[in-house]
């Protein structure tokens, strides 16, 4: 297994974050504003007097349209903790984004939220050009069907979930935590990642009767499947985890994730994300960690 891209450097992101105000066309003030962040704090941040947050990082790059690796590591494909999407985002990120695309973003992020919370059978074109202040027609040029909708809707998560990933886990060395740490970034808990599990059912749903439906569900899919079995791969090389199971442990641990989502988010009685946090830590404690090996009582008290 290769080796994660070194540390990013600071002044490096800095000065990314500043292309993009400037690409922008708008003050460092407006930028603030847009990314939800004190504008002194922003200034400290581009001056290197504090370093971005990983929440501020995951932000800027839904905001700006580019990857967090790319904010970090000035390329979307940097080797990190977690696996590149396979064609579901931009693969050479560019601070210099035309009108255009920043429009198909404002689209895409509109119908993404209608559809999570509405559901896509019951979004209309009109509701999402209501919802992004633009006409029907604006909205049929950038997605010529509702379908295209809901399948850039799917490409969106991919992307938030890749962001947040490589936003919060390069820091992370220790494959157990890094592990659970990996598990609780996707547990369906607050808004955004709600809204993320209702595309994901939505788009399982689809698949399950429209074929025409499954290689796009997979390809998307594949990515968070290969972030588990590199995560169990490391911890395996390490000596933490057991050894060459890697494979069957991913598909174990996937299929018990979705199984547990799915009851969290049709609100099945007695479903919690506490408690599927806990199924989750006690599968992989029993049946990930090898035999003997006891995590230190650094890594329960950071778990």
């Known amino acids: 297994m290769p080796e994660p891209e070194v540390a990013p450097d600071s002044s490096q992101v800095a000065e990314r974050v500043r292309e993009l105000i400037e690409a922008s066309g708008g003050t460092q003030r407006s930028f603030a504003e847009d990314i939800g962040l004190d504008e002194t704090k922003l200034s400290k941040a581009l001056a290197g007097r504090r370093r971005f947050s ?40 560019t601070a210099a984004e035309g009108r255009g695309a920043r429009a198909r973003r404002r689209i895409l992020e509109a119908a993404w939220v209608l559809i999570a919370e509405h559901g896509y059978h019951r979004v209309r074109t009109a509701d999402v050009a ?5 006409s029907t027609a604006a909205i049929h040029y950038h997605f010529p ?21 490589v936003a919060e886990l390069g820091d992370v060395t220790d494959p157990y935590l890094r592990l659970l740490r990996l598990i609780d970034l996707q547990l369906p808990n607050g808004t955004v990642l709600r809204r993320e599990w209702s595309i994901w059912m939505q788009v399982w749903s689809e698949a399950a009767i429209d074929p025409s439906r499954r290689s796009l569900q997979w390809e998307s899919y594949d990515r968070w499947y290969r972030t588990v079995r590199m995560t169990l791969e490391h911890g395996a090389e390490t000596g933490m985890f057991v050894p060459g199971g890697a494979e069957l442990l991913a598909r174990q641990l996937t299929a018990l994730i979705d199984g547990l989502g799915i009851q969290v988010m049709a609100g099945t009685p007695g479903a919690t994300v506490d408690g599927m946090r806990a199924t989750l830590h006690e599968f992989i404690d029993r049946s990930v960690l090898r035999a003997g090996v006891t995590p230190t009582s650094e890594n329960l008290e950071n778990a």
């Open 54 to 93: 990983a929440q501020e990082l995951v932000t800027i790059a839904d905001r700006a349209g580019v990857t967090v690796n790319w904010l970090l590591h000035g390329r979307d494909d940097a080797y990190t903790h977690t696996a590149l999407p396979g064609g579901a985002t931009r693969t050479d990120s």
């Open 130 to 134: 209501r919802a992004c202040g633009t």
């Open 145 to 165: 069907s509702r379908s295209a909708l809901l399948d850039e809707a799917l490409r969106h998560n991919v992307k938030l979930a890749f962001d947040r990933q």
